[in-house]
């Protein structure tokens, strides 16, 4: 029951459906965050960086770090607490949305990366954009119709 005595709505199916494909979604962003801080070079260089893109990944500043620690962890968190039915869950989806776009500004204003500017890499940011505002209006729109509290 909610606070005005009336019962939650039941948890509908697309919400384990979306909480799921979230989870691998933002898995892979951890798992990307977690490899590059723990495996450096290495792992930078199986994926396909440069030694220029690598150097220009190890001058980011401490902020840039910690912008993408909130989008990537973010993320995740997200999903979590939109998994536990929470509404807490639409706000740190945005978080995060806010830090992937600050991410975009630094890395195509601010500080270009060496050959960041391909299709490919151009694609892969808009696709994850997509995802990142997919999952803010999801989980808004869940906050709004009740079922998550």
Known sequence: MNPTGTPHP?????????GALGLLWNA????DYFLSKTQGD??????GMSQAQIDHFHAMPAWMTA???????GAVLGT?????RRRLAAPVFLASLLAFVMSLVHAYAI???PES???????????ILTGCLLFVW???????SGVLR
């Open 28 to 31: 892979y962003g951890a798992m």
């Open 111 to 113: 500080d270009p990366l």
């Open 117 to 127: 500017n391909s299709p490919a890499m151009m694609g892969m940011q808009a696709v």
């Open 42 to 47: 290495v792992y930078l260089r199986s994926v």
């Open 10 to 18: 039941r948890t509908p199916w697309h919400l384990w459906a979306v």
């Open 80 to 84: 979590v607490l939109l998994l536990l």
């Open 67 to 73: 912008v993408w620690a909130v989008g990537v962890w």
């Open 138 to 144: 999801y989980a808004q729109a869940q906050s709004k």
